[in-house]
């Protein structure tokens, strides 16, 4: 059986990146999951580059084939 897979598009102050690839994953639950370590990671290594231009407001939104999922 082939896993779900889910596209994980970065929202900033700078508009919509939108993820073409996707991960499979084997569930929402394990994609929430993904979403969170990788805001995270993104946000720790903003800090370690301490840039000019401080990123007020980020957001990962996960989505599958279908559409967006919501919390």
Known sequence: MRMP????????DGGLYTDDEGVGLPSID??????A???ADMLRDA???RTRRAVRQTSVEVRNDVGPFSS
């Open 5 to 12: 897979r889910y596209y994980f598009d970065l929202r900033d």
């Open 47 to 49: 800090v370690r580059v």
């Open 37 to 39: 370590h990788s805001l």
């Open 30 to 35: 394990a994609a929430r999951q993904e979403a």
